[in-house]
């Protein structure tokens, strides 16, 4: 696709429970982001890959967070035990040079 | 310290007015900068990115950046209603990963009619 495309838009789900959420970014973009964003606060760095990899994961707040990006294109984001704490908009953004550019966010709420 | 601090607003200018938005930021080794524009409710859009001293412009943004004050800036000059937004200073730090792209918690636009 022409832009970084996440699913769902929307999730909501119990407290305890898993999700996942998945991000396709612009094709042949190597670098990819996932950020978290609560409401009248900027983006908040979660994890970044380069390619397959993650170049950095200092930003996952804890181990219920894991992400991964086998193939080096799409990426999932996975939150095990959502906590309410969770509830917060995932953004995910892709990047080659210059900026980096995002998809539209999966609003996650925690019940 | 925050890496990257900017007043969170609101900025309230007139129509046609020139909008001013600033940030600093922590590692003295940054390199790259970025600004992004966020409408209620949206992702953020990127509007511009700078990486040496001085001034860049394109349209009716100008990006300004001075290093040895850590300090970037946003004008957007002859302001309309529609340019009211978030706008979110990023940067690209020296240390702790190279591409770790930090962001600032943003300004507040509003244009007024």
């Known amino acids: 696709g022409a832009g970084v495309s996440q699913t769902p838009s929307n999730k909501v789900t119990e407290k305890g429970k898993y999700v996942e959420l998945r991000c396709d970014p612009i094709?042949?973009?190597?670098?990819l982001y996932w950020y978290r964003q609560s409401l009248g606060q900027g983006p908040e760095f979660l994890i970044y890959f380069q390619g397959t990899g993650a170049a950095d994961d200092s930003g996952l707040p804890n181990d219920r967070f894991f992400a991964v990006r086998p193939e080096g294109s799409v990426s999932t984001l996975k939150i095990q035990r959502t906590e309410r704490g969770d509830s917060a908009v995932y953004l995910c953004a892709s990047k080659e040079t210059g900026g980096a550019f995002f998809g539209q966010g999966t609003r996650l709420t925690v019940v | 310290q925050k890496e990257v601090e900017q007043n969170s607003g609101p900025l309230s200018v007139p129509e046609g007015a020139i909008a001013s938005l600033n940030c600093t930021y922590s590692?003295?080794?940054?390199?790259?900068f970025f600004w992004y524009r966020q409408y209620s409710g949206k992702s953020p859009e990127l509007i511009m990115f700078?990486?040496?001293?001085g001034d860049k412009e394109d349209g009716r943004f100008t990006a300004q950046l001075n290093k040895a004050s850590q300090y970037v800036s946003l004008l957007i000059r002859d302001s309309q209603p529609s340019d009211s937004a978030t706008y979110l200073c990023?940067?690209?730090?020296?240390?702790?990963?190279?591409?770790?792209?930090?962001f600032g918690a943003g300004t507040r636009l509003a244009v007024h009619p």
């Open positions: 990023a940067v690209l730090p020296s240390s702790g990963g190279y591409n770790k792209l930090i």
């Open positions: 700078i990486y040496s001293n």
């Open positions: 590692d003295r080794g940054s390199q790259s």
């Open positions: 094709s042949g973009h190597t670098a």
